[in-house]
């Protein structure tokens, strides 16, 4: 979960100009934003596809692609 705080601690150190915008969070995961796929679907069957394996596979690609952009700026190691 480091990954979460690290990258702005990262960007805010190297900004000229330092703001800041708040938010309240992961919204993009809450079903308030997928309202029409869970009316489709039903709350149970979104939340197996929300939660399916090839959903985490699809996570953990995006969780590495972040993390590979972001180890040359803060001079981690990643290890296989």
């Not at 009316?39 to 953990?60: C, H, I, K, N, T």
Request: net charge negative; hydrophobic share 45%.
């Amino acid at each position: 979960m480091g990954f979460y705080a690290a990258w702005p601690v990262f960007l805010w150190s190297w900004a000229e100009t330092k703001h800041y915008v708040e938010v309240e969070g992961l919204e993009w995961e809450t079903p308030d934003r997928f309202r029409a796929e869970i009316a489709e679907l039903g709350y149970d069957a979104w939340l197996d596809q929300f939660q399916s394996p090839a959903e985490w596979r699809r996570r953990v690609a995006c969780m590495n692609d972040c993390l590979e952009e972001l180890a040359p700026l803060s001079r981690m190691t990643l290890t296989p």
